[in-house]
């Protein structure tokens, strides 16, 4: 895949960019191991003001930036300039918050004294030059909530963006170099997905994220293995949206519209299959379908569009194929289900009923603004089909009896369980999936620690 913009909504080709050679790309390793030695011992303090300084040139860029990602994925520019606000957010909310999460642990004087030790503390060091291997469709979030914690907890990053936002990426290097940071603090390297492999061998890279396909993390997560390096994976997800009869169900299905089109569709924990108790279903999915229908497509760049087109033609066709598998195997088609016929890769907002296990779009992702419903004739019911699944990363069930919500929270299989709202990562709430979703966590404490040397320092007497 050649590493260039490529403008979704016309597929015009904009701009086009050489891959780093060998050289290249060797001097920026050298680099970051270089940095590493000296900003790990930088303050808290130190790590703090350069964060936020990013953050204010991140408010001051909002526009811009916002039309960059727009142009080079496709997502409503109104959602760009939000993901933007979001990663400044975040940014302050580590600057703030890092040296607390990561301060010293003391157990208790019992277990000091049962070891003989007369002091003992649990410490958080840096490990080194991090690799990240970031996709598209979140193309500045997914890499601050890494960069953030990564650069507060004293660690180095190297960025392996999407090669369909090469300005991006590109802009995130200078974003950090204009806060402050030595250039080897955060490094992008324009390079293909073919060099990953032998990134990631590379002695001097400690640890590895992802954020991506489970194709791409199987890879990752071998590689790492055979080199035995810390990973974090974030992959796929075919969240539930359940609805229970007790549930709010115009509000629930207003929320429902936009946890399944958020980003046009293209999120991994955006809401794809909607359970809904039979005594809720009638209801809920004649105002599901109508709100969907009622959602503007056009021009991304335009302030009332609220479906752009989708990041590419393969990413289109891969969407068209499971909705055409499913009709085949007699899924009804509720709205959508058909490409419009104007430039651009566009597919509309669809919802398909009557899905069955033998079809597809049952136990793959559908990366786009398709949503599948299913009923369910009872609370275990409804659990059942929603970890039918190979994905666990989050979930969103609607109810307002407590004691569904307690089953939920103990059976569902997902890293999240989100009771009448919609699932949203936040910097304070641990983020990740089980299953083919992925392991580890990132934001909050638990993000910033999965990236740290937990050192017990053991004191005699």
Request: glycine residues 8%; contains cysteine.
């Amino acid at each position: 895949m050649p590493i260039a913009t490529v403008n979704p909504a016309n597929g015009e080709t904009l701009k086009t960019y050489e891959a780093m050679g060998e050289e290249e790309l060797e001097r920026r390793l050298q680099l970051a191991e270089a940095t590493f030695r000296t900003y790990r011992t930088t303050t808290f303090a130190e790590r703090s003001r350069l964060l936020n300084k990013a953050a204010d040139l991140l408010d001051e860029d909002q526009q811009e930036i916002g039309r960059v990602m727009t142009t080079e994925m496709g997502k409503p520019v109104k959602q760009a300039r939000a993901e933007a606000a979001k990663c400044a957010k975040a940014m302050r909310w580590y600057a703030e918050r890092a040296e607390g999460l990561l301060a010293d642990e003391v157990p208790a004087e019992s277990d000091v004294r049962d070891s003989g030790a007369s002091r003992v503390r649990v410490h958080y060091r840096p490990i080194g030059p991090v690799l990240a291997v970031m996709p598209w469709n979140f193309p500045l979030w997914q890499v601050i909530r890494f960069a953030a914690p990564a650069l507060m907890a004293g660690n180095v990053g190297l960025l392996k963006h999407a090669s369909n936002v090469p300005q991006t990426a590109l802009y995130l290097e200078d974003l950090f170099h204009r806060a402050g940071f030595k250039e080897g603090c955060f490094q992008t390297l324009l390079v293909g997905s073919g060099a990953v492999d032998a990134i990631l061998r590379d002695e001097r890279v400690k640890a590895a994220t992802l954020t991506g396909s489970e194709p791409a993390g199987r890879a990752v997560a071998a590689t790492s293995g055979e080199m035995i390096k810390k990973t974090v994976l974030e992959l796929g997800g075919s969240d539930p949206f359940v609805v229970m009869p007790s549930a709010d169900l115009d509000r629930a299905a207003q929320v429902a519209v936009t946890a399944r089109v958020q980003n046009n569709g293209q999120s991994c924990i955006a809401a794809k299959r909607f359970i809904v108790h039979t005594d809720a279903y009638d209801a809920f999915a004649e105002k599901f379908v109508a709100g969907m229908k009622a959602l503007k497509i056009g021009d991304p760049l335009e302030e009332s569009t609220e479906i752009g087109p989708l990041s590419s033609e393969q990413g289109r066709a891969d969407l068209e194929e499971l909705v055409d598998d499913a009709k085949r195997s007699g899924a009804q088609v509720l709205c959508g289900g058909e490409r419009p016929n104007w430039p651009g890769w566009y597919y509309p907002p669809t919802v398909l009923a009557g899905i069955t296990r033998e079809m597809r779009i049952h136990r793959e992702e559908a990366f786009g603004p398709v949503a599948t419903l299913y009923r369910a004739g009872d609370l275990d019911e409804a659990i059942l089909i929603a970890n039918d699944s190979f994905f666990g990363l989050s979930s969103n069930v609607w109810t307002r009896d407590e004691n569904e919500v307690e089953r939920f929270a103990r059976d569902l299989e997902a890293g999240g369980v989100y009771v009448n709202g919609m699932t949203a990562s936040h910097p304070a709430f641990p983020f990740g999936g089980v299953k083919r979703s992925g392991y580890g966590r990132e934001l909050s404490g638990h993000g910033i620690r999965e990236f740290c040397n937990i050192t017990t320092v053991w004191q005699g007497a």
